[in-house]
């Protein structure tokens, strides 16, 4: 999925790493160089390596319950992992099999008056519903969700002892209940009695959006040694559909023959690739080699016609038989590494790959490293690499039209693909092409005395040709003509249209800086402690691209709201400070996170100057613009080994009850929809649950 919401992220296609259960993991490995000379797209800034468990001594069982101090949010999980012995030369299945689910929580703001229709507290015919609904019904807070998944890691050895055959896999299904803004009776009507008994006072509505998610996975190997050569060759198929539903909603224009459940749509996609992998050590000399085949397959289905009729259901207007797509691409890669080690203490390495998709068209990206060993004190290393990103196939063919609140009024905004000729040809918008970027990295690990290690890290990485989703282009404000933006609007009977296209240049830089100290003795435990710190900025280089024809009519397609969500929305700093001491059976964990300040940025919502009943508002953007302040988030864990098999533990994960800055408008409603949100969604810098406690039990037989 294609993350479109005017959020931090926007425009992104992120990886879920809840499709891999964490019981299955044995260990995390993290390579902070830029690596997409070794490993193609979407390396631009290091690896994460999940390493599963093979082989372990105990089955493992645990049980994981919490809710939040307000009562709500309550969650509930269990997962199994465990392993048997394939014959008796050391193969091996790994299996893990877990559920969890949690329930919806509510912070809701609570106005008390719905200012977004004008509609006050004190109005004669709408007071009762407000006083009874101060929070105008809203449900904002994290979703329900049922999710169950299982994975298998398995290995089978030769004869000979001189490789193995390995498989591993999985699949999640995922069950997920969202809330849209809720429909007041002064805002959607329902003569049809469709979502109230007739005779009983119609008290509004409140749709639900509900994600059904299958993801699977599996990779089927073997790897051996031929001619002196360590080989390894794999194929692997990977998936994620979603399908959607639109509930307790209707669809005006259909009248009392809208359904209230709507089949708004799907979309899924699949990657199949094969890997073949060569490398060998000569004396002082690493060489390696390898080449990868892939195609990728994204599709879109069209909602049920119910759905997407005149306005559409409430909320979300199902996908049109226009948005309904499969896209496919294919490409492939071939790489090779080398390394030279002329000292014990000196290295220097470097690589090449190159990589040809069948819709753009071809890369070279290479990088250099070396390291200079200090011994058992530490080490040195520093790397310069080229990179790239390929724009994904949900970039450039996601199309649909959403429901928007924007300047106090209601409206349909639709999202063109890249291939539309409205977007091509009408608008002008060159064909997406990959990402490219220049990474430096830098670091020094360093053990100046016994248990105590540093770690000090610098990166740089400059990204071209940035694919970004752009804000709302909509009209001019000149009602006396229609410029050929305009024209595109209503001919589509929207007030505004989004695409994707490369536009902005970015650069950012940051530190990442690890203490640690381990095994000092206090009275008759054991005291470790790490304090690990992340600053960085990204900034903006450059002009914004903006295609001729909208620059021509003075359109600004990604404005200071949508830059801020790239330099501004996420903390620029982040610092952790861990501490943990055991005493005999008991281990107590405190963990302190500061995270940094954010701001949100403004464009024109359609208010600057308005007078609202108290003078004027601000004609310039930057005095709705709001700055919310760093905070730390505490968290306080307590484990018991009762026996060598059983243990237990209980958490306060935000022991204060910390929550974000709350919204200020400055007078603004738009900002926060008439007071329906108390905290920043355009910005983000941890939850607004405020505290969860939890608890867990662990068996090993």
Not at 68 to 79: C, N, R, S, V
Not at 138 to 143: E, L, R, W
Not at 332 to 358: C, K
């Amino acid at each position: 999925m294609v993350y479109i919401n005017d959020t931090p992220g926007k425009g992104e296609v992120g990886v879920d790493l809840k499709s891999i259960p964490a019981a299955a993991i044995s260990r995390i490995e993290v390579l902070r160089d830029g690596a997409s000379a070794q490993y193609g797209s979407d390396a631009i800034a290091g690896v994460i390596n999940m390493v599963l468990n093979k082989n372990v001594e105990y089955t493992t069982v645990n049980v994981t319950s919490g809710i939040t101090t307000e009562g709500d949010g309550f969650k509930l999980g269990a997962d199994v992992n465990t392993s048997i012995n394939l014959g008796d030369n050391g193969g091996y299945l790994n299996l893990t099999v877990g559920y969890y689910q949690q329930e919806e929580t509510n912070r809701a703001g609570t106005p008390g008056d719905d200012v977004l229709f004008g509609v006050s507290a004190d109005d004669p015919t709408w007071s009762s519903w407000l006083s009874s609904n101060p929070d105008l019904g809203m449900t904002v807070g994290q979703p329900k969700l049922n999710k169950a998944d299982i994975f298998i890691n398995a290995g089978v050895p030769f004869k000979n002892g001189k490789g193995e055959f390995y498989t591993f896999g999985g699949f999640t299904y995922r069950k997920g209940k969202s809330f849209a803004l809720y429909r007041p009776p002064y805002w959607v009507s329902d003569p049809s009695n469709l979502l109230h008994e007739a005779g009983t006072e119609y008290q509004g509505f409140q749709p639900t959006f509900e994600t059904d998610v299958r993801d699977n996975n599996a990779t089927v190997g073997v790897k051996g040694e031929v001619l002196g050569f360590d080989v390894d060759l794999s194929g692997t198929y990977g998936r994620n559909a979603i399908d959607y539903e639109v509930n307790n909603s209707l669809n005006v224009d259909l009248g009392a023959n809208s359904p209230t459940s709507f089949d708004v749509g799907a979309y899924s996609f699949s990657n199949t690739l094969a890997n073949l992998d060569f490398s060998r050590i000569l004396g002082q000399v690493s060489i390696a080699f390898g080449a990868e085949i892939k195609e990728e397959r994204f599709t879109a289905e069209a909602g049920e016609p119910a759905s997407y009729f005149g306005g559409g259901a409430q909320s979300f207007p199902g996908l049109q038989p226009a948005n309904a797509v499969i896209a496919k691409r294919s490409n492939f890669g071939v790489y090779g590494d080398l390394e030279w080690e002329p000292t014990e203490q000196f290295l220097i390495g470097g690589a090449i790959r190159y990589e040809d998709f069948s819709d753009f068209g071809d890369n070279v990206s290479w990088k250099v490293n070396g390291r200079y060993s200090l011994g058992e004190k530490g080490a040195l290393r520093a790397s310069y690499s080229t990179g790239f990103r390929a724009p994904s196939l949900h970039q450039i063919y996601l199309s649909n039209i959403q429901t928007l609140v924007s300047g106090g009024t209601i409206s349909n905004q639709g999202t063109f693909n890249n291939v539309d000729p409205v977007i091509r040809e009408g608008l002008g918008v060159p064909q997406l092409t990959a990402e490219t970027s220049k990474n430096i990295s830098a670091g020094i690990t360093f053990e100046p005395i016994n248990n105590f290690t540093a770690s000090l890290d610098f990166y740089n990485v400059k990204v071209d040709d940035r694919v970004l989703f752009t804000g709302e282009i909509g009209n001019d404000g000149d009602d006396t003509t229609t410029n050929p933006i305009e024209q595109i609007l209503n001919d589509n009977s929207i007030t505004s249209l989004k695409f994707f296209v490369n536009a902005v240049n970015t650069n950012t830089t940051g530190v990442d800086v690890v203490l640690n100290y381990r095994n000092m003795k206090i009275g008759s435990g054991i005291f470790s402690a790490t304090l690990a710190a992340n600053f960085n900025e990204t900034k903006i280089e450059g002009q914004i691209d903006t295609p001729p024809l909208l620059a021509a009519n003075d359109y600004i397609i990604f404005n200071r709201k949508e830059q801020s969500r790239i330099t501004s929305a996420r903390p620029k700093s982040k610092v952790l400070l861990g501490l943990d001491y055991n005493i005999g059976k008991m281990n107590l964990a405190l963990n302190n996170t500061y995270f940094g300040e954010v701001s949100w940025m403004h464009s024109s919502n359609g208010l600057n100057g308005v007078d609202l009943g108290n003078g004027p508002l601000p004609t310039e953007d930057e005095a709705f613009d709001q700055t919310f302040a760093g905070k730390v988030i505490t968290d306080l864990i307590i484990g018991y080994d009762f026996t060598d098999k059983i243990s237990g533990s209980i958490s306060a994960n935000n022991l204060f009850n910390v929550y974000p800055d709350e919204i200020d408008t400055k007078g603004d409603f738009v900002t926060d929809l008439g007071g329906r949100f108390k905290y920043p969604w355009e910005v983000n810098q941890f939850g607004f649950n405020g505290t969860v406690i939890n608890a867990g039990l662990t068996f090993k037989f």
